[in-house]
């Protein structure tokens, strides 16, 4: 097999600049495929000024003759999804015979949403996009989620409406906008908005196996950052799925054994969203610096990131869990100014000095970076187009 199947996958909290990796890549690819997450992932694409975030159809959307697929270890917001098709409709993309999405995701609903705001809430916030991932994904695992396959029988769609929302009303009976919902009009809008989009499903697994046995270049995009990952992230301040490279098996259907790359995506500095241990984040004028000249706003919610130096402790973590044979380094155009920068390359505990990364968060915010300065370069590389100037 000489076709390139390879996976995207970030190697930080996420925000490392996957969509604009796709976006340069894609050219290479017959076949751009999202294997998990949902509508809390944000990739920025700017062509010729414009600026686009994508949050659910792959980036690689904008390159001619690229076919997008959004694989079964997705969370489907239906209205985000038809938001995102019109949007490239207006750009004049045709995401006819482009797009083509599985019938085995699972579709998230508007009570979804309303348990992640309340789990939020709580004293023991994660820092979600209260978009429903996590909900959604909970109820995938706990056998009771719905998927677009579901409505093959409109009647048994229904019923686990029914049930469904009459399950969290007992659990959660302090929720007046739980109350307010009702199963027939959380139908009818699902029909309503599959209507609009039923043209695009299709067992995406037989698909792709299909596309790999006619020799097909596919590129397998991840959500979020390998710390995020449910089993290897700093759990419980994760993601609700796995964007490590094995997650583009399970997300996909794609079998491991014709996987034969995995690109690992990283920033020049480090940032994280929302709550959990971030050991180099920086809380001076220079943390500042960065996310000033970095311009870190998430790009889902806005919220400012943190920031601090490349922590090379984790980044060898990611790069031996996602088996990682290439790394794109982005935005160190951002680091131009200063007239130093740091490296973390080993972590103090409890007055020892260790180099592996502890994923229990526990652990993780009580050690110290142990850095190494550098000199900056302190000029402009913006204009350099070839590796060896």
């Known amino acids: 097999m000489n076709n390139k199947i390879h996976v995207l996958a970030g190697l930080q909290w996420g925000d490392e600049g996957k969509g604009k990796i796709v976006d340069m890549l894609s050219k290479d690819y017959d076949v751009v495929v999202r294997y998990q ?16 975030v994508l949050h659910l159809i792959p980036s690689g959307i904008f390159t001619n003759n690229i076919i997008c697929v959004i694989g079964n270890g997705t969370v489907i917001d239906p209205k985000a999804l038809i938001d995102e098709i019109e949007l490239l409709n207006k750009d004049g993309i045709d995401l006819t015979d482009r797009l083509f999405i599985s019938k085995d995701a699972h579709i998230i609903l508007p009570y ?9 809430s709580k004293n023991d916030k994660i820092g979600t996009t209260k978009k429903g991932i996590g909900p959604t994904y909970f109820d995938k695992y706990a056998r009771r989620g719905i998927k677009f396959s579901d409505f093959d029988d409109e009647s048994v769609l229904k019923d686990k409406i029914k049930k469904n929302l009459g399950y969290l009303i007992s659990i959660f009976p302090e929720s007046d906008e739980l109350k307010y919902l009702n199963s027939t009009d959380l139908f009818d809008e699902l029909k309503t908005q599959y209507s609009r989009i039923s043209s695009y499903f299709e067992q995406t697994h037989y698909l792709l196996n299909k596309f ?45 054994t014709v996987i034969n790359g995995v690109i690992g995506i990283v920033k020049a500095y480090t940032t994280r969203v929302g709550e959990g241990p971030f050991p180099t984040e ?15 706003f998430g790009a889902t919610t806005g919220r400012p990131r ?19 044979t290439e790394i794109a380094l982005t935005k160190s155009d951002v680091l131009d100014t200063f007239k130093e920068i740091k490296l973390c390359t080993e972590y103090e505990l409890d007055n020892k000095i260790i180099n592996t990364f502890p994923s229990n968060p526990f652990v993780l915010q009580k050690v110290k970076p142990v850095y190494r300065t550098f000199k900056g370069w302190n000029t402009s590389f913006s204009n350099t187009s070839t590796y060896d100037n």
């Open 37 to 52: 997450g949902g509508a809390n992932a944000g990739h920025t694409i700017i062509i010729d000024g414009k600026k686009t």
């Open 112 to 120: 979804h949403k309303i348990i992640d705001a309340i789990n939020e």
């Open 212 to 256: 790999i046995s006619e020799g097909k270049n596919i590129l397998l995009e991840g959500a979020q950052g390998a710390l995020l990952d449910v089993d290897f992230g700093t759990y419980p301040y994760i993601t609700s799925s796995s964007p490590t490279s094995g997650g583009a098996c399970t997300g996909t259907g794609i079998p491991p």
């Open 282 to 296: 920086l809380f001076d004028e220079t943390g500042k610096e960065i996310a000033r000249i970095g311009v870190e």
């Open 306 to 324: 943190r920031c601090g130096w490349l922590d090379l402790v984790a980044l060898k973590y990611a790069v031996i869990i996602n088996g990682v």
